[in-house]
């Protein structure tokens, strides 16, 4: 089955060719125009979608060989997301639909999320374990089949990816925040300062970073001027706080739901120390572990199409009326 499938939920606007669970193509245009805003401005976002997305799906068709007649679906994110964003790539998804006489494949951002561990490791065995921690998200989800998971815990506040943020900017470093600490980590001492493990013995699944981020801030009030090894020393103790109680609950909810795999997801799975903490954790416990590769991790058309050719292995049937949902996780 070969499907293609777009993806347009926030900045950044993706296209891939899946055939068969491989990716053939998997495009990606970010938007820069929003470096100067010191975030995403909507408006512009939805206006870029629509400049991009046309030479978009031309480029992935013709990287992965084929051409409308070869495709015999097409995936396409409804939520959640921006809903101006949102609304470029289903009405595209749906006009091709129309005009080729395609099946249209509606797919939940989030849940595509969970499943790209999935994409290079297909013989991953379920149940496993996924720890889902993006700019907007932070979620323990035990992943029973493709079409059957339970969120186990989210964020109570803030991202994961939001804590990274917000503590770059609180040390004047760039956004997104998350790799320049990632760098900088590497030359501190994680024991420099014990900073907060929100509800780490807290008997739920659930993260709170808030704590976390305020005492930085008043940390940094009080240690200023800072100088290259103190702000060194914040970023590997902050890194370590987070991965911590992230990697923590994961093993948990793995050794309580008797799991056999781990994987994790989004943007922060990026993460070298999140990575390689999980990665030797699941070692010591026998167990499989699966991080994407970047161009999985970030926002991308691939893991869209992915997760929907698999759901539609599965008898799942999307319809042209479906409609966008700018918020919230099925659960
Ligand atoms: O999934 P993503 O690309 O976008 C959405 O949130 O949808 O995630 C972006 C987040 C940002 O908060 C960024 O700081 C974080 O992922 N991130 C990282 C790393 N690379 C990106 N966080 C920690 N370490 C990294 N190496
Ligand atoms: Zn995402």
Redesign the pocket.
């Known amino acids: 089955m070969t499907v293609l499938a777009i993806e347009t939920?926030?900045d950044?606007t993706s296209v891939a060719v899946v055939r068969d669970g491989s990716v053939l193509s998997n495009l990606i245009s970010s938007q820069p125009i929003h470096d100067t805003w010191g975030g995403i401005v909507p408006e512009l976002a939805s206006r870029e979608h629509v400049k991009a997305i046309g030479p978009l799906l031309h480029a992935g068709m013709q990287q992965a060989g084929v051409t409308m007649e070869h495709i015999d679906a097409i995936a396409v994110t409804t939520g959640p997301g921006l809903a101006g964003s949102l609304l470029v790539g289903s009405h595209v998804a749906k006009g091709l639909a129309i005009r080729h006489g395609k099946p249209l494949l509606p797919v939940h951002?989030i849940e595509a999320?969970i499943y790209s561990g999935y994409i290079e490791h297909q013989s991953l065995p379920f149940p496993s374990i996924c720890l889902v921690?993006?700019?907007?998200?932070t979620s323990l989800v035990l992943v029973r089949s493709y079409t059957d998971y339970v969120v186990l815990g989210n964020t109570r506040d803030d991202?994961?990816?939001?804590a990274?943020?917000k503590v770059?900017k609180l040390l004047g470093m760039g956004?997104?925040?998350?790799?320049?600490?990632?760098?900088l980590a590497k030359q501190g001492a994680p024991d420099a300062h014990t900073f907060p493990r929100g509800l780490a013995k807290d008997a739920s699944y659930d993260f709170s970073f808030s704590g976390l981020k305020t005492a930085v801030r008043y940390h940094v009030r009080d240690a200023e001027p800072l100088t290259d090894e103190d702000r060194a020393n914040i970023c590997a103790s902050v890194?370590r706080a987070?991965v911590d109680v992230l990697v923590m609950k994961t093993m948990r909810a793995a050794a309580e739901y008797q799991v056999h795999a781990v994987c994790v997801a989004?943007?922060?799975?990026?993460?070298?120390?999140?990575r390689a903490t999980l990665a030797s954790r699941c070692a010591e416990e026998g167990l499989q572990f699966a991080a994407p590769r970047a161009e999985y991790?970030?926002?991308n058309a691939a893991m869209i199409g992915f997760l929907a050719a698999q759901r539609y292995a599965a008898g799942e049937r999307g319809d042209l009326h479906c409609t966008i949902q700018p918020r919230g996780l099925r659960a």
């Open positions: 939920s926030c950044d951002h999320h921690v993006s700019g907007g998200h991202a994961a990816g939001e990274f943020d770059s956004y997104p925040g998350g790799p320049h600490i990632d760098r890194q987070i989004g943007g922060v799975s990026a993460n070298s120390e999140l991790c970030v926002d």
